[in-house]
């Protein structure tokens, strides 16, 4: 029998390397999604609820299939039509920053501008 199996403690207070929130792989899955859902999707108003609701599940289920256990992830997704304005988003956490991440990506087409972020907090 294994330690765990023994019923042992099996709390870890930093993941291993290969299950740590990696951003830069992050933000290459949230960017391929991205690409394959908005490439050629003109801007409606009535869609577009549906559409960033496809889309969080859509990215949340790629970041899940990075294996990173007793990882909580939030995903915000915000789409809005392109007419030529900025756009700015911020956000301010209060984590762990060996463990804790975040990664976000920028999608913009002649009609519509995506943002899309993707918090990793390491649950201990």
């Known amino acids: 029998m ?6 042992s403690n099996t709390f ?3 993941p291993k390397y290969e299950h740590k929130f990696r951003v830069p792989v992050v933000k290459d899955c949230i960017k391929e999604i991205l690409r394959e859902h ?5 801007y409606n108003p009535e869609e577009i ?9 859509a990215i949340k289920d790629r970041i ?3 294996d990173l256990d007793r990882y909580k992830l939030v995903v915000h997704v915000m789409i809005g039509e392109q007419r030529g304005q900025g756009v700015t988003m911020m956000s301010r956490c209060f984590w ?7 990664a976000k990506e ?6 519509m ?3 899309a972020a993707v918090f990793g907090v390491y649950y201990y």
């Open 64 to 66: 899940k299939d990075l």
């Open 49 to 57: 609820p549906s559409l960033t609701q496809t889309l969080t599940e």
């Open 96 to 102: 762990d920053s060996d463990t804790d991440g975040c």
């Open 113 to 115: 501008v995506c943002v």
């Open 106 to 111: 920028v999608y913009m087409n002649e009609s």
């Open 2 to 7: 294994t330690e765990t199996e023994e019923g």
């Open 38 to 42: 908005l490439s050629g999707v003109q």
């Open 12 to 14: 870890l207070i930093r």
